[in-house]
């Protein structure tokens, strides 16, 4: 698999720009986040987009097993044996009527349960080990024995701090991981490092669960992997975990002391780091490095990861776009300014991979750790926005590259051309079987976002290059959209669907077809394709095909002067089931570029049913995002920033973005949403005349910004 290290390539010199770097690092270090207690649903994380641990009060994981998550890391349990269903060939998917022909889509088979679940279940993301405090044989210390807890996270350094007392001794941590390398670096300051604290380690087996929240993986199914542990010296050691197929490393090495690694049960894989002999020194430095393949040399210094975090963090806030509100007299400014920071922390964290991530980031399993095509969007948008293009890059067009095979197989076998993009997916590039997951569309012209997101913003002597690097992909993905879309015969249109799911995953499949927001995104795609070719002065052009279907799409739905969900929708704006979930109309004018034939009046009128009649206390925070940004291109910066501060928007304590009724603690699209959404509020969108940032009148000429991209 792709293994690619992480670094932020730290080509500009740090310049000083209107908003000066000291600011910056003052604005980001009120940010710090605080705890004095460990949180029941959210650790504090310190990672670098491939890889990050989550820790609890202790800096560690001592007394709530949060995750240590990568981009690598997965597992398959073991394959079904009913007969007919032992390997995933024998999968047959189910044939749904299309258009008077059957299509084969990848949904559970009821016939064939086991390798149908199988598939969704695996691979899964792993956890790839616990590491916590131990105080001793046979204490039993809860997080309650331990007084003067105090914690923060230096996002301008990427370390966390912790301290605490225990049995009315001082211990202090520093956590930080590498930006280079999947290690973590641990300081520990106590005298109690002389009497007996150590440091254990453990590995867990995952489960089956769909959301492995908020932990990953369970420590009492300990017969079912194998661990083992290689002392190298009397300063580094290697523990190998296997879990059926899967074997990966975790190699420790300490400075300060010199100790043994034991372990105490072998019916555990719980091991314990404690010294060797009587100590007098009061510090010991750790750096775990977890890899798939054994290391060749030792996990880098503590020092070395303290020092390279440093440089990571405040490069990435000294030379990405920022807005500074704290001349805003309103508190809503601080909340605001609290979660632009910790959320271009999370994101980066958690979202900037090589291969797109889940919606749960590194923090838990959510969908069995898969990431969904649909969402890179989300997840992606924020870098292009905030100037970060090299966490951007990190997973495009690579991914595309990488599953573009399987794609086309996909488009193939059910009679299309081009490539059809998978849903919920992994490193095998399997979508996962799902009835939604089959049927749903708008992940298709995504690439097309991204790729044009990314040639604007290219200098020019990088166009071509940006050009060609997408262009298979996009023309693999255009095909798939022209002949998608069906040339109904009494109407002369280009439908799309049926069977389809819409953005908004609530109607009907088998009667749904032209969803507002999937016609205007194939719009926009197809529009983008025939330029691409354009641009590359192909002599061929763009295919014929692209053309005629982009300039005979259905029309978007209206019904009595307002966009609805698709045309021949029933009751729209009174039927409570038609009322809640992504309002895709929001999005053709909020999130995708407007297209010519979006009318204006009727996307100022929509915007106003929706405010009156939608569950909005059922929507995912990226609603909340899109709707602001509808308002923002609406000329109404009030009523984004009422969305923008919805209740129903939540973010925790340290700035985690709330899932809410439907998602599990953390869902990162929200959080990536509010970047784009308040980026597209400081720094507006090309082709707008008027006047780049749109704030609430009395925020006007208090708020300084620096370095967006606009939106598209
Ligand atoms: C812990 O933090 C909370 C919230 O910040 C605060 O209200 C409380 O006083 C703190 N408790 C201690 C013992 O510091
Ligand atoms: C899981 O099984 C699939 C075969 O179906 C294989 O392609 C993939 O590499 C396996 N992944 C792991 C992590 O074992
Ligand atoms: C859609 O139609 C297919 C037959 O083409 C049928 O098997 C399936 O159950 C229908 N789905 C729903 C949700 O009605
Ligand atoms: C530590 O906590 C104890 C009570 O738990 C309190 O009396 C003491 O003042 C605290 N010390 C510091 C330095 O905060
Ligand atoms: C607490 O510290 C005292 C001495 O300061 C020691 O006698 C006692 O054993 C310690 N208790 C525990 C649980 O470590
Ligand atoms: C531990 O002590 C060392 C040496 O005095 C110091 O540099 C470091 O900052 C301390 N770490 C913590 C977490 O207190
Ligand atoms: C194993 O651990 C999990 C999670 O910690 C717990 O829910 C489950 O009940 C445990 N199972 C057994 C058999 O102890
Ligand atoms: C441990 O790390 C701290 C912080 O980076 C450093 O100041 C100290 O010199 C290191 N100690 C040893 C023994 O390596
Ligand atoms: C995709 O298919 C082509 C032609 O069949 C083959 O040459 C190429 O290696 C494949 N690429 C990947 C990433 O599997
Ligand atoms: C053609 O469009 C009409 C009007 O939208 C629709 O009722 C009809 O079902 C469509 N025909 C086919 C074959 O999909
Ligand atoms: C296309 O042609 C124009 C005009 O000749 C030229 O400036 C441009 O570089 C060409 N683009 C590519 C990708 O070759
Ligand atoms: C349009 O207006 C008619 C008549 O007032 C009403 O019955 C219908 O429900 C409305 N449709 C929508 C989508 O609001």
Redo the contacts with the bound molecule.
Sequence with gaps: MMRLLGALTLVLSIAEGKISVERRRQIVRESSV????SSDTTPLQVGNGNFAFGADITGLQTFKPYATLSTWGWHNFSLPTTPGQTSPEDYTGLDWWTHDRLVNYEQPNPDQPEISNWLRENPHRINLGRIGFDFGPDTQVTEDDLQN??QELDMWAGILTSSFRYNGTSIQVSTSADPHSDSIGVTINSTLLQTGLGIFFDFPYPTKDKFNAPFVGVYNRTSLHKTTLQQFSPRSAQITHTLDDTTYYATVSWEGLDALITRPSPSSHRYILAPSSPSSSSTLNLSVTFSPNPLTSLPPSTDLIISSSTTFWSTLFSTSAFIDLRSVPSPSARTLQFRLVTSLYLTTVNSASNLPPQESGLVNNGWHGKFHLEMVLWHLLPFARWNLFPLFSRSLPSTYSFLLNSSISRAEHQGYSGARWGKMTDPTGRSAPGEINALLIWQQPVPFYLAETEYRSSSAGDKTAVLLKWDRILHESAEFMASYAYLNSSTGYYDLGPPLHSVSENTPPNSTSNPIFELAFWKFGLTTAINWKLRLNSTAGAPESWIRVRDNLHPLPVQNGTYVTYPSIPDMWVAPETTFDHPGMAGIFGLLPPTPDVDVDVARATADKIRSTWRLEESYGWDFAMLAMNELRLGRADGAMSYLLHEKYEFD?AGYPVGGERVPTPYFPNAAGFLVAMGMMAGGWEGDEGPKGKWPKDWEGLVEVEGFVPAL
């Design positions: 605080r705890r004095n207690a807890k105090t304590d």
